[in-house]
């Protein structure tokens, strides 16, 4: 069983920073590609980031690039997203996400096969 464990959301002031972790529990599982994704209340969720992690490329929505980055420490077994310059629109829950069926980065939750609980960001 993979667990996807998140960590790092919290509350900041508008162009403030904060980075999520997302700690894949089985190490033998080696998703080819991840994302986080975001919902707000009363929105439906939204595909964020997403990184192919053998080739290291990555994908990001309109809304947040140039603000937010994906990356990936192989040796941890963790994705990061970096996100600054945050507003109050990125208020949210995040939900890191885990699939070996694509190889470029996607976000279209259905090609994920394993979520986390998600960790909430509060942006004021």
């Known amino acids: 069983h993979v667990q996807l464990v998140e960590s790092g959301g919290g509350s900041v002031q508008a162009g403030g920073s904060l980075r999520l972790s997302c700690l894949v529990s089985r190490i033998s599982y080696s998703p080819s590609c991840m994302g986080w994704f975001r919902r707000a209340p009363g929105k439906e969720r939204e595909g964020v980031a997403a990184?192919?992690?053998?080739?290291?490329?990555?994908y990001y929505a309109d809304s947040v690039k140039g603000r937010f980055t994906i990356s990936q420490d192989n040796a941890k077994n963790t994705v990061y997203l970096q996100m600054n310059s945050l507003k109050p629109e990125d208020t949210a829950s995040y939900y890191c996400?885990?699939?070996?069926?694509?190889?470029?980065?996607?976000?279209?939750?259905?090609?994920?096969?394993?979520w986390g609980q998600g960790t909430q960001v509060t942006v004021s």
């Open positions: 990184i192919a992690t053998r080739a290291r490329t990555t």
């Open positions: 996400a885990a699939t070996r069926t694509r190889t470029m980065p996607t976000m279209w939750d259905r090609d994920y096969n394993f």
